[in-house]
Structures are given as C-alpha cells and as structure tokens.
C-alpha cells in the first residue's frame, strides 16, 4: 500500500481549542485515476465529511485525505476528522448519505 496524502487542513479552533474532541475515519473506493475525473470525485466525497459535520453542530479541527493508488480497478480513500461535538452521527452519514460506497466508517473519542 502506498498511502499518499491528498490534503491536510488544520483549522483555526485547533490552536485554541482544550477539550473533548473525536475523530472519525471513512474509507471508501473510487474507480481507479486514470479515469478522467476520477480525482476529483474522490476529493469532492472526502470533502462531504467536513460539510456534515458542520450541518450536526461539530467544531471542525482537522482533516487528512489519503488516497491508495497501488490497486489497479480502484482507487482507496481515507478521510480523517477531527472536531469537537458528535462525530458517531457524522461516521454514519457522511457518505451513505449520497452513495452507498463507504466501507468503513469509525469514530473514537478522546479528552
């Protein structure tokens, strides 16, 4: 596997932000890149995730997009967010909500 990252973004509320706060992973696949546009669906999807749980009421603080290249029929996306508020809820919606791709999806919390 060779994990390569998409894009980073770290919000604002990180740098102040002392609290509870949870992340959430969500794989899916895309057919793979040489297909035309295929890019770019992928990044529209992994930034679905930020959209939802900005509609739940979660405080954004980071977000990583990984994409896995090496098989050849697909391409697999990682997204991981973290934010304060209930990411259970986001986990479960984020992209079952518009497509029935998403394979796993986990949330955790820490303090």
Known sequence: MA???VKV???PALDTYHGEYGGTIVEF??????IPFMDKLG???ADRVPAEAAKKG???LKLRVLKD????WWTTWQVEFW???SLTLVASNCLRSS???CSRATSTTFV
């Open 69 to 72: 290249t090496d098989p050849t």
């Open 99 to 101: 497509l029935t791709i």
């Open 83 to 85: 934010g304060h508020g």
């Open 29 to 34: 696949k895309t057919p793979p890149d040489q």
């Open 58 to 60: 979660v405080t954004p």
């Open 3 to 5: 994990w390569l990252f």
């Open 9 to 11: 973004v770290r919000y």
């Open 43 to 45: 990044e529209w999807l």
